[in-house]
């Protein structure tokens, strides 16, 4: 209850800022003041015109980030549990990871067109080195003791790995995932800006081309929001399925 | 090579000019040097020395997680390879060891299914050593819900489960308060008692090694370390260290380390 009228209250005084910014400080061209931002986002809802961007926008995202978490975490749990792997990838990844999604864009429209294949690499290639870190992390972390406690009572290596390896690395992939899933929402704009005939970020450049900044703040706000639910989306997912998995963190 | 028989009296365990080095050829530290040890069926035995002694890469090489550098390690007149059932590894951190995922209830079914027991008997049998360790009302509490002294004895519960020949505990109530060890002592004295499981103890406290063992192994500060002294504790249990035999066991003990 508190929390939700400290939500409500946050907002209100965005709000308020806003308005104020718009009228007082800026211009109304500058920052569009809230109510024309509605105005705006109105008929672009009702024509349906946001929504299939957003639609566009999302399985980009969707394809890019699941196929990337696959990726990542099949070769994070083999990166933390089989030594040589480790050092013989860890300094390529430790180099790779530095290339964010952004600096892939030149080349990605060069490999696969601006169709939709450059943004699933795209996107990808975003989540695939975040979640892999984490999975790499939390197997490598899983307690020897809890192992060695598995292997005496009569497991076996198998077992071992599937019963304690990877629910020990439960909370690790799944935060990994989180991040990436933020940042794959982030990713997403400057490659449909820099290259692509849909999608919110090609609606934020067509806008800006023609200098609709009531346009512009109708798609930032949507991809405000989209993130938002998004990540409250996958909260609400983990604590229903995984919980058992994540609640415990406190205690190791 | 003797077999064992199973006999009273005849060596479950025993352990032979053992040495433990860690490093490489060149550069290396000695952690245990010449060990000798035997430990017979049923018996309660404690190694007692000093933080760094290597107690616990002793009991790491019983239970078969590292191997010994030199020496031999038998268990029922065969060497040790690896660790299996018949040896559990009782640990300290009973958060660490215990599936923090899975309810108290589950956490022994683990034990029973990579034991491979049919199905049908997993009931009876959690039933068994929960009760055993009094943990049957809080059959469905995870770990982080236990205090320490309960996670340990869940820990008792999922180690007797697949019903190994020796537990192997490395200071295995060094985390908990004064009070919840004592009980923890006479609990665990008591399961000993019924289940005549061997242990093994190891431990830096004089007291508990007094108010437990059958016998007290010694071991030298490391590196280097052997065991320099074993002592019979033939008093009747439960023992009071107000008792004046234990007194003056405890008094010898302690003037080993003075």
New interface residues.
């Given amino acids: 209850m508190r929390a939700t009228l400290l939500f409500a209250g946050s907002l209100v005084i965005a709000l308020a800022a806003w308005q104020f910014l718009s009228s007082f400080v800026f211009n109304p061209f500058l920052i569009p003041p809230p109510l024309v931002v509605l105005q705006t986002a109105a008929p672009m809802a009702k024509s349906g015109e946001i929504f299939r961007h957003v639609a566009i926008s999302l399985a980009r995202v969707g394809v890019g980030f699941v196929t990337g978490c696959a990726a990542a975490i099949v070769l994070g749990v083999l990166l933390g549990r089989i030594q040589l792997v480790n050092e013989l990838l860890d300094p390529i990844i430790e180099l790779l990871r530095f290339l964010s999604p952004t600096a892939m864009i030149p080349i990605a429209v060069i490999w696969f067109g601006i169709g939709e294949t450059s943004k699933y690499f795209l996107i990808f290639w975003g989540t695939f080195f975040i979640v892999l870190i984490n999975t790499t992390a939390g197997v490598m972390r899983a ?1 020897i ?2 192992q ?9 290596a198998l ?1 071992i790995f599937l ?2 390896v990877i ?1 020990s690395a ?1 909370p690790y992939i799944v935060t990994g995932m989180r991040i990436a899933m933020a940042s794959s929402f982030m990713s997403i704009i400057p490659a449909e800006i820099l290259a692509a005939d849909s999608g919110i970020g090609f609606l934020l450049q067509q806008s800006s081309v023609l200098l609709q900044t009531n346009r512009i703040f109708v798609a930032l706000l949507t991809i405000c929001v989209l993130g938002f639910v998004f990540d409250r989306l996958f909260r609400i997912a983990v604590d229903r399925m995984l919980s ?2 994540m ?2 963190v ?3 | 090579m003797v077999g064992y028989d199973g006999e009273e009296g005849v060596a479950l365990l025993a352990v032979r000019n053992v040495r433990k080095l860690f490093g490489d050829d060149t550069q290396h530290d000695v952690a245990l040097d010449g060990i000798d040890l035997e430990v017979a069926q049923g018996e309660f035995v404690c190694l007692l020395g000093p933080s760094g002694c290597g107690k616990s890469t002793l009991l790491n090489i019983l ?3 590292e191997g010994a550098t030199s020496g031999a390690v038998d268990f029922e007149g065969a060497p040790v390879r690896g ?3 018949d ?3 009782f ?1 300290q ?1 009973a ?8 309810t108290v209830e589950e956490n022994v079914r ?2 029973l299914r ?3 027991l049919p199905k049908a008997e997993w009931p009876a049998i959690i039933d068994k050593y929960l009760t055993m360790v009094d943990l049957a009302e809080h059959r469905h509490k ?3 819900q236990l205090s320490g002294g309960m996670r340990q004895r869940l ?1 008792i519960a ?2 007797l489960a ?1 019903e ?1 020949k020796v537990l192997l505990m490395d200071e295995p109530f060094g985390a908990l308060d004064a009070l919840t060890r004592r009980r923890m002592h006479a609990f665990l004295l008591d399961i000993w008692q019924r289940t005549r499981t061997t242990i093994v103890f190891v431990t830096h406290d004089i007291a508990e090694a007094v108010t437990l063992a059958d016998r007290i192994c010694v071991m030298s500060p490391g590196p280097g370390s052997r065991i320099t002294e074993v002592m019979r504790v033939d008093l009747a249990r439960p023992r009071d260290l107000a008792d004046p035999r234990a007194g003056q066991l405890f008094k010898r003990v302690e003037a080993l380390f003075a």
């Fill in positions: 307690p003791i809890r060695r406690a598995a292997q005496c009572l009569g497991a076996s077992q019963m304690v629910p439960a058992r998995y609640s415990y406190a205690l190791t | 239970a078969g997680f660790a299996g059932k040896r559990v590894m640990f951190d958060g660490a060891a215990l599936l923090p995922w899975l683990f034990a990579v034991r491979k995870f770990p982080a820990q999922r180690a697949v190994p």
